[in-house]
């Protein structure tokens, strides 16, 4: 088992309740990879959308939901169509979480979903500061609901059967949870986040007890409440008639005053994916944590996120505790003072905004914390952890799909942000064995969710590399035990996939299709209309000329001398036209500060619609982190200001900057559905950590305690440079440095484009006389090369070593500017403070 001795140490040194055993390669899946084969079902916004979960039905058939409440049917012939459009309330992280199908389905055709329905709530940002008055019209409530299949593939929107309501305080950020399993016994299992805002925390516990703050700052509401459903694993038994029962033994007996039965886990921050071994009940969940960089006696613990082994109710310390027992800080957020820290073996939630029982049971350790790369086998980078499948083998399974023996009992957890499946194996009684690397040649961006089909196979549905509202490499893939030969992958594009006119001559480009395995006898199969005839069999490229108006389906297949087919498909739609959305102002990669206002203007045009309703344009702004977002708050518009919230949830070791999206949806055209057409700018913050720069050649990230952040960029020889991608200078004056090293010092050349792109500005970096000293180089002016691109700071001198660069400072307005004086004081007056 590889890197056992060191994956003993980091767990050990993680957590004492983790105990890896000697003997776990005698059981462990095999050291080498096992051939597998990785098969497309869906890939691109169009047939994925914002991918959020999946349930894999028992004839392979895949439903798999968008955020933006749009349920999608993948055949295993990768043909996609929609099978609902759910209405929901789709601000900040709110929308479509969840889907699970019945453990009955194909008796009784039900599919659950998790989601936040419309309701009369307001729809802008919520007060974050006010009275109770001013928090009140914001509340609201997600739904656990649902639905029957038909034959056609469609959920039957008049089978509507509301299961449960979770609480839910709308227009402000974040975690919303949302999965949904079955055990053995069909009882449902659904995780709930915490509901709570977590950016005016310094990066540790949100416990905001102000009466005048929103109560959304106060997860001691919501995930250390008994009598609160948010940040919880709740366990109900669903009857045939929608209404449900408590099974026995979760955490509190009905009846238990100021509890509620429904809960089987409590004290989770956001605990967003989960999966049950419906062989021994276990349930198996990652939870995310907070963002500190670093622990700090005052507040408690850096910031730790958590998998957890769950075989029985329990607390599991958020927002008291988190990792293997370690305490936040009692903290006045008033005064800025700290108390003592919480006791984890006996927590007490004494706060104003409780309404559950103050003494709470004793929290539980967590099966494996860790943070950055505290445990090697899991890498480093930022934490997502998500709860995986455990893979049971079927001997009696006739499916070539199937995963081998070997991996019986292998339980797979995934890392969103990090990108990767690993196996663990488990001992009897649940202690960690060992993590073995799995399928480490697969295309994979961020994987959402993971669960095992009826075929054996392994599904996965791949978020992609967007901020949100999805991208053109999320994806649905299956994954097949294939030691004798891998599929086609087949590829297609097509030169124009929408038009307001028929007809519509387009050409279809199979460019990039390749057998794995080398074989060069593949045969083509084009469908251009997706009715099951073959329209061609050309390689390609090939051409067709769509005469009715419509949504047509362009099927690829590509056969191997095997018999192995690959499949791909793109939507060309005759008769409407996609927006064009432009964001004209601010410009991509402008610099901007926190807390303050950055103005915009949209362009948006659409061919059917003639003239741009611009109450119909959106405009949000999400806090990027390292490659995801939080989407923060909204307006609507084509020109106005956005608020950019001031960020206290995240410490300077977190990669932060701005993301601002536009988006129009026209109305349709002659029976065509809506089409939505979008724009984004990445906004660059104007104190800019150095370590997180986008690319560089020659030098290192070391980590040194003085460095702001705790690491910097070091190992400075002449003509190594770092880039920022993207950066546009409007509004930037001047741009100063944090330096330290013991070496000569050198020169900062500052170059747009490339290395060897015009000069943007020479400073000299001094020699500071050590790795821990540190000197700041003044601003100095800057010239304006115009447009967005690359910003390369390239370095010079003689010999070796030059200095480290610990961060670098924009000055001037950049393109924020302050929030206006009575802006704020109208802000105030209605309870919504600009932030």
Not at 635 to 646: L, N, Q
């Amino acid at each position: 088992m590889r890197s056992l001795r060191l994956l003993a140490a980091a767990v050990a040194a993680a957590t004492a309740t983790t105990v890896l055993s000697a003997t776990a390669a005698q059981t462990a899946p095999p050291q080498q990879e096992t051939p597998f084969d990785q098969i497309t079902l869906a890939k691109g916004a169009d047939k994925v959308g914002e991918p959020m979960a999946m349930a894999v039905l028992p004839d392979r058939r895949v439903l798999h939901t968008s955020r933006d409440g749009t349920v999608h049917l993948t055949r295993p012939d990768a043909t996609t169509t929609h099978a609902a459009e759910i209405p929901v309330y789709n601000h900040d992280e709110d929308g479509l979480q969840g889907i699970a199908i019945d453990p009955d389905f194909e008796r009784n055709r039900w599919v659950y979903l998790y989601y936040a329905p419309p309701l009369q709530t307001p729809e802008g940002d919520a007060p974050e500061q006010g009275a109770p008055a001013d928090f009140a019209p914001f509340d609201g409530h997600n739904v656990l609901a649902r639905y029957k299949l038909t034959d056609a593939g469609t959920l039957d929107m008049t089978s509507f059967q509301e299961i449960l309501r979770v609480p839910a305080q709308r227009g402000i950020c974040c975690h919303a949870g949302g999965e949904i399993d079955f055990d053995a016994q069909g009882n449902l299992y659904l995780s709930t986040g915490d509901d709570t805002n977590p950016f005016a925390s310094d990066g540790y516990t949100p416990i905001d007890e102000r009466p005048e703050r929103n109560p959304a700052f106060d997860a001691q509401r919501s995930a250390g409440n008994t009598n609160d459903l948010r940040g919880k694993l709740l366990r109900i038994h669903v009857e045939p008639d929608g209404s449900y029962t408590i099974p026995r033994g979760n955490l509190f007996e009905p009846g238990t005053p100021k509890t509620r039965p429904e809960i089987y886990a409590m004290g989770f921050r956001n605990p967003f994916r989960f999966a049950v071994d419906r062989e021994t009940g276990w349930v198996h969940l990652g939870d995310y944590g907070p963002d500190a960089g670093a622990a700090d006696p005052n507040r408690g613990p850096g910031g730790l996120v958590e998998y957890n082994l769950i075989k029985g109710p329990g607390n599991y310390g958020w927002p008291y505790c988190i990792g293997d027992d370690q305490p936040y800080v009692d903290h006045d957020f008033a005064t800025g003072q700290s108390g003592e820290p919480f006791d984890c073996a006996a927590p007490r939630n004494e706060s104003p905004n409780n309404t559950g029982l103050v003494e709470l049971p004793p929290v539980q350790s967590a099966w494996l914390p860790y943070d950055d790369g505290s445990v090697p086998e899991l890498g480093s980078g930022p934490e997502s952890p998500m709860g995986g499948p455990v893979y049971r083998f079927d001997p009696g399974l006739e499916s070539p799909a199937k995963f081998p023996r070997e991996y019986d009992g292998a339980l797979f957890n995934y890392e969103w942000d990090r990108g990767w499946i690993k196996s663990f194996d488990l001992g009897p009684n649940g202690e960690l064995r060992g993590i073995e690397p799995f399928f480490e040649s697969m295309q994979l961006r961020r994987p959402m969710n993971v669960e095992f089909g009826p075929d054996g196979a392994m599904y996965v549905l791949d978020y992609g590399s967007s901020y949100f509202g999805g991208a053109d490499d999320s994806a649905l893939y299956r994954i097949e035990h294939s030691p004798n030969g891998k599929t086609p992958v087949a590829q297609v594009s097509a030169d124009v996939t929408a038009s307001g006119e028929a007809p519509l001559t387009v050409n279809f480009d199979p460019a990039g299709t390749a057998d794995p395995d080398g074989d060069d006898q593949l045969s083509y199969a084009w469908d251009f209309t997706n009715d099951g005839t073959v329209d061609s069999t050309e390689q390609g490229p090939v051409s067709h000329t769509y005469t009715e108006r419509g949504a047509h389906t362009a099927k690829l297949a590509v056969t191997d001398s095997t018999g192995k087919t690959g499949y791909a498909s793109v939507q060309i739609v005759v008769g409407n036209t996609p927006p064009e959305v432009r964001v004209e102002m601010p410009p991509n990669g402008g610099v901007f500060a926190f807390g303050e206002q950055v103005p915009y203007r949209i362009s948006a045009t659409d061919a059917e619609d003639g003239q741009t309703d611009c109450s119909a344009v959106e405009v949000s702004y999400a806090l990027g982190h390292d490659t995801h977002a939080h989407p923060l708050t909204s307006e609507t518009g084509c020109e106005s200001t956005i608020d950019v919230p001031a960020d206290e949830g995240h410490g300077l070791d977190a990669d932060i900057f701005g993301v601002l999206t536009a988006s129009y949806t026209d109305g349709g055209a002659e029976g065509l559905p809506p089409v939505t057409g979008s724009a984004r700018v990445v906004l660059q913050p104007k104190n800019k950590q150095a370590e997180f720069f986008t690319d560089s050649q020659g030098v290192e990230v070391v980590s040194e305690p003085g460095a702001a952040g705790g690491r910097k960029v070091g190992a400075i020889d002449p003509g190594d440079w770092i880039s920022v991608d993207p950066v546009n200078l409007t509004g930037v004056d001047g741009i100063g440095y944090r330096v330290s090293g013991a070496g000569p010092g050198g020169t900062i050349e500052v170059r747009a484009g490339s290395p060897d792109g015009p000069v943007v500005q020479t400073v000299q970096a001094p020699s500071t006389g050590g790795g821990d000293q540190y000197a700041d180089v003044p601003p100095s002016p800057v010239t304006d090369p115009g447009g967005s691109g690359p910003l390369f700071f390239t370095f010079r001198g003689e010999g070796s070593g030059l200095f480290e660069l610990d961060a670098v400072h924009f000055t001037g307005a950049g393109v924020s500017q302050p929030a206006p004086p009575e802006a704020a004081a109208a802000a105030r007056a209605e309870g919504d403070v600009p932030r």
